[in-house]
């Protein structure tokens, strides 16, 4: 389901899949033992592509104090790669 609304939703949807589901997973997931890896088996190649994004915009910035200050800065893009598709 995660998949499909990456990939056929509208632009809105797909930021709601990203930002709002996938961030939230990495970040609650981040404070536990298992970390946030548990969940990549289940995820298909464009959820996984923003995934991974995901975690490589957070690389490097500890907390969200330090998230906000790197995108007002420009040092992190504020738009994922998968955002940019084209809407169905």
Do not use: C
């Not at 104090?65 to 084209?86: F, H, K, T, W, Y």
Request: aromatic fraction near 8%; charge should be positive.
């Amino acid at each position: 389901m995660l998949e499909s609304l990456i990939v056929r939703g509208y632009h809105r949807i797909r930021g709601l899949a990203v930002y709002g589901i996938i961030e939230d997973i990495q970040n609650v997931a981040s404070h536990r033992p298992h970390r946030f890896q548990v969940f990549e088996p289940w995820l298909r190649p464009t959820s996984k592509k923003a995934w991974h994004e995901i975690e490589a915009i957070w690389q490097g910035h500890p907390g969200l104090a330090d998230m906000v200050r790197a995108e007002r800065q420009g040092e992190v893009p504020i738009v994922s790669a998968v955002l940019q598709m084209n809407s169905p």
